[in-house]
């Protein structure tokens, strides 16, 4: 098991070799498992891409985010503005079911809202948001509600998990109740877990999915 000194070590190379990132940019503290992540970024994707490198570490059990994003002085854009390139940028994505969402921003914090059939829908509703200018967050209440009438197999879930090369499957357990799914056992990183639950989201006849994998060292 590594000491916080070397989980530290670990996330800031890992954040380090984010081509997008300037690892001098961000702080990093570890205890426990928990990574706290702090300093100041120019754009939303930055946070997002950092977040993201974390969750590939090993060990790492949660991640708190205080970074803080500054566009600049000379930066002018407006919540409508914002709110107007979002809509642009769903209507581009043809993933994105626009009927079924709605947005609003307020201080550039971006809330979105609504119900979709499919778990991809709700993610590309907001992949879309995460390079625009003059984002400072997203709150994503947007729910899914399977509409799938396929009958879900647990067998098929498990040979998702086994074909994953990311995925250590042999500590996870499946439990499924009519069409829901319940996630348990052990996994290296958030990253697994988040892709482990991607992954039944994806099965055919899933209406929900509740993911309770712990991260080990």
């Given at each position: 098991m590594r000491n916080d000194l070397e989980l530290q070590r670990d996330v800031q190379n890992a954040i380090k070799w984010e081509p997008s990132m300037n690892a001098a940019e961000i702080g990093v503290t570890a205890k426990d498992g928990l990574i706290t992540l702090s300093?100041?970024?120019?754009?939303?994707?930055?946070?997002?891409?950092?977040?993201?490198?974390?969750?590939?570490?090993?060990?790492?059990?949660?991640?708190?985010?205080?970074?803080?994003?500054?566009?600049?002085?000379?930066?002018?854009?407006?919540?409508?503005?914002i709110a107007n390139d979002i809509l642009i940028a769903w209507k581009a994505n043809w993933e994105?079911?626009?009927d079924k969402i709605k947005v609003k921003v307020e201080d550039g914090w971006?809330?979105?809202?609504?119900?979709?059939?499919?778990?991809?829908?709700?993610?590309?509703?907001?992949d879309c948001i995460?390079?625009?200018s003059g984002v400072n967050g997203v709150t994503n209440l947007?729910?899914?509600k399977s509409e799938s009438k396929d009958i879900l197999e647990k067998k098929e879930l498990e040979n998702s998990l086994n074909r994953n090369w990311s995925i250590d499957a042999k500590d996870i357990k499946i439990d499924v109740n009519?069409?829901?799914?319940?996630?348990?056992?052990?996994v290296h990183s958030l990253y697994q877990k988040d892709e482990?639950?991607?992954?039944?989201?994806?099965?055919?006849?899933?209406?929900?999915?509740?993911?309770?994998?712990a991260v080990i060292n």
């Open positions: 300093g100041k970024v120019d754009s939303y994707s930055k946070k997002i891409n950092a977040e993201n490198a974390v969750k590939k570490v090993k060990g790492v059990k949660a991640i708190v985010e205080e970074m803080t994003i500054d566009y600049g002085y000379s930066f002018k854009k407006d919540d409508s503005d994105v079911p626009q971006v809330e979105i809202d609504g119900e979709v059939a499919w778990k991809f829908q709700e993610e590309a509703s907001k995460k390079n625009l947007i729910k899914v009519l069409n829901k799914v319940k996630l348990t056992g052990l482990a639950g991607r992954l039944a989201w994806n099965t055919p006849g899933v209406s929900s999915v509740d993911n309770e994998l």
